[in-house]
């Protein structure tokens, strides 16, 4: 299960390269107002993955995933660690 440091940490990134601190990406995402997140995806794309944040369940099945940890490892610089 991800944990609140791993969500902290792909809020930080994700803050980072949109231009917005941390609280507005959670406050955001927490609203559903993720207009910022999705506006230069492709509506579909957007729509499937708007569809699993929605579902807590399901975010933490993703975001536990092998794939969804070497993603996060990726974009927080923690390159790879061996796993």
Do not use: H, Y
Not at 5 to 31: H, K, V, Y
Not at 40 to 61: F, G, H, S
């Amino acid at each position: 299960m991800a944990n609140e440091n791993e969500l902290q940490t792909l809020l930080n990134t994700m803050a980072q390269r949109l231009g917005a601190t941390p609280d507005q990406i959670r406050s955001e995402a927490q609203s559903g107002d993720l207009s910022r997140l999705f506006g230069a995806m492709d509506p579909n794309d957007a729509a499937r993955i708007q569809k699993v944040l929605n579902d807590r369940a399901a975010t933490e099945k993703l975001l536990s995933s092998p794939q969804a940890q070497q993603l996060i490892r990726q974009l927080t610089g923690g390159g790879n660690t061996g796993r």
